[in-house]
Structures are given as structure tokens and as C-alpha cells.
């Protein structure tokens, strides 16, 4: 299959570009003269991390409850599928 592009870039390839933890804390912003405390960001940014890393462990626990239920599902109806006669209709 061809890719699509669009403005020059490739178009609905893979994943979007994810924050991470890692990436969060080790941040780096450039000094400037009526900055803000580089305690309080680091603070902030440590305690951000926090919170997208336990965000991206629920997302993960999720995803497998998810395809618990979706096999779960798939059992159920092929289990049911036998029970159930054909139709003789038009439908």
C-alpha cells in the first residue's frame, strides 16, 4: 500500500510521539533574566512524571482487562453460535 502524505510528512503511521516519564524529568529549559525558581519547576516536573507513569500503568492494566473481555466474548459467542439453528428466512 502506498503512503499517503501530507504537508510533506507521512500521514497515520505508527503511534503518535508519547510524553514519557523519563522525558519529563530530565527537561531542560534555557535561562532567561526574570526567570522562575528551577527548584519549584523541577518539583513540578518530578511530580508530573509521577503522574504520567501511573497514568501509563492504568492505561496498561486496561488494555489487558480489555482483551480479557474481548477473548471472554469470542468464547462466549462461538459456545452460543452452535446452540443456535439456522436461518431459513430471507435474512
Keep these: 500500500m502506498a503512503q499517503v502524505y501530507r504537508s510533506g510528512?507521512?500521514?497515520g503511521t505508527g503511534l503518535p510521539h508519547?510524553?514519557?516519564?523519563h522525558k519529563i524529568c530530565t527537561r531542560e529549559f534555557?535561562?532567561?533574566r526574570r526567570?522562575?525558581?528551577?527548584?519549584?519547576?523541577?518539583?513540578?516536573?518530578v511530580d508530573l512524571a509521577d503522574e504520567v507513569a501511573?497514568?501509563?500503568?492504568r492505561l496498561?492494566?486496561?488494555?489487558?482487562?480489555?482483551?480479557r473481555l474481548k477473548r471472554a466474548l469470542r468464547d462466549w459467542q462461538?459456545?452460543?453460535?452452535?446452540?443456535c439453528r439456522p436461518n431459513r428466512g430471507h435474512w
Design 9 to 11: 510528512q507521512p500521514y
Design 18 to 21: 508519547r510524553l514519557t516519564p
Design 30 to 32: 534555557s535561562s532567561r
Design 35 to 45: 526567570g522562575v525558581d528551577a527548584d519549584e519547576v523541577r518539583a513540578f516536573l
Design 54 to 57: 501511573d497514568l501509563y500503568r
Design 60 to 67: 496498561h492494566l486496561l488494555d489487558q482487562e480489555n482483551e
Design 78 to 83: 462461538t459456545l452460543h453460535a452452535r446452540e
